[in-house]
């Protein structure tokens, strides 16, 4: 078991399925990696798992090696075909992904104020 600094916290629980990771603390250059090996580990041990939920309402700071650590999870999740999940973002989180274009990547739609496509520029 991989020893975490005080800064981050993981508790993860699954089935062979489904797999939730809840994040307590800091997602910085400090402690991101350690979610990227959980992740990791979590994606190997379960082979038909479909579905990764990050609870990430206790993410307290995240920055950009956090972000590029989401963004490399969000990859390893696809590669397997595993849906990923940023459950109960905080608005820290949430303005973030905004600001970066990188909300739609993980969620699917486009930020709640972003303007619709102009007719036909779909």
């Known amino acids: 078991m ?3 600094p005080p800064a981050l916290r993981l ?3 699954g089935t062979a399925d489904t797999v939730r990771i809840e994040i307590t603390g800091d997602l910085d250059y400090d402690n991101a990696e350690y979610l990227l090996a959980e992740v990791t580990e979590q994606l190997a041990a379960r082979p038909g798992l479909q579905d990764m939920h990050l609870h990430c309402a206790g993410v307290a700071n995240v920055d950009s090696m956090g972000l590029s650590i989401l963004l490399m999870v969000g990859r ?3 590669e397997t075909g595993t849906r990923l999940h940023l459950d109960d973002r905080p608005p820290n989180l949430e303005r973030l992904l905004d600001l970066t274009g990188t909300l739609e990547y993980f969620t699917g739609a486009a930020a709640p104020d972003a ?3 102009p007719d036909g520029a779909r």
């Open 11 to 13: 508790a993860t629980a």
């Open 2 to 4: 991989t020893t975490l």
């Open 115 to 117: 303007d619709p496509a």
């Open 76 to 78: 390893r999740t696809a």
